[in-house]
């Protein structure tokens, strides 16, 4: 697949200047394109740049709101609830993480509510931003549209948003990093396999009448449904994701007839240090990455490597040689920068 290298601080710099052209104040612009790129960064293309064209396609329709008003609806002790008022999620999301930082500083523990917010990005953004702090980050996300687009292990209708989780907390080294999709695979990753028109793997998705299919356009034309991961695992998972992220906050669940839309999330933040001086944690999680590290490969296999460690290898990488876009992807972010009259 034919790729276009571009470095980092350029492509923040276009796609900064292609969210101000729609109307987005600067640090919506400058947040924005930061977490993009990043996700590019870390090797995530599924959240990074290929998302500019269709944020300013929900923009234009006014689905995404520039210049919104984010604000607290509900706070109570350790627990604060952001309305996002349907700005991008991950300026809504930046906002709330902070907040609950404030949070877990003062109490040990901090839970913050996320409602009708847009797509909020990488959980992972986030949860490492909170072990940053040295702090254990927990997050949960129920994502629309209304009506889901995964079936429930069993079934072959929508029911559910892909409906990531994420858990991170600190080391001396780097953060420990779980963050994925209780669906099979994210949907970016499934947009990004159709819009290069190439076939996807057997168990990623079934057809309308709930047949496997290999075929991304039986998901995006003709009402077809991701599959969750591990089968019954991943969906009760995600059930599970549902109810933190939509019922708990009062967004409901996607499925509900009154989904409020978008993504709403949980974010928790527990401080280590009310449990046990943070030096001793972040020692022991060091020697807890050199055990897993150390243990002898199965065949097949080179090394067994930790939860985020092969995210924080691309990046190094990528930082110094540049990011890999496909050609495709890129001539769309192009057209969409010609059109607004940005200079590439």
Known sequence: MAQKIVFANELKTLCENIFLSVGASSEEAKIVSESLVESN??????????????????????????KAEIKVIRDEGATILVDGDFGFGQVVARKAANLVLEKANSYGVGVVGIVRSNHIGRLGEYTTLVAEHD?????????????????????????????????????????FLLDFATSIVAEGKLRRKYMLKEKVPEGWIIDGEGNISTDPADFYERN???????????????MAVDALGGILTGAHFVSHPEFSGGNNALLIALKISSFRPID????????????????????????VVVPGEIEYGIR?????????IDLEIWQRIEDVAKELGVPI
């Open 280 to 303: 001793d944690f972040k020692s022991e999680v060091d020697e807890f990455f050199k055990v897993i590290n150390s243990t002898p490969p199965a065949k097949g296999f080179q090394r």
């Open 41 to 66: 960064l870390l090797g995530v293309d599924s959240h990074g740049v290929m998302r500019v064209p269709d944020y300013v396609r929900m923009v234009k329709e006014g689905r995404i709101k520039v």
């Open 316 to 324: 190094e990488k990528r930082l110094k040689e540049g990011i890999p």
């Open 224 to 238: 077809g449904a991701l599959l969750p991961f591990g089968e019954h695992k991943g969906y009760a998972l995600s």
């Open 135 to 175: 702090m254990v980050g927990l997050m949960f996300c129920n994502s629309g549209p209304k009506g889901g687009i995964v079936a429930p292990y069993g079934g072959a209708l929508r029911r559910f948003g892909t409906n990531p989780l994420s858990i991170a907390f600190p080391s001396h080294s780097r953060p």
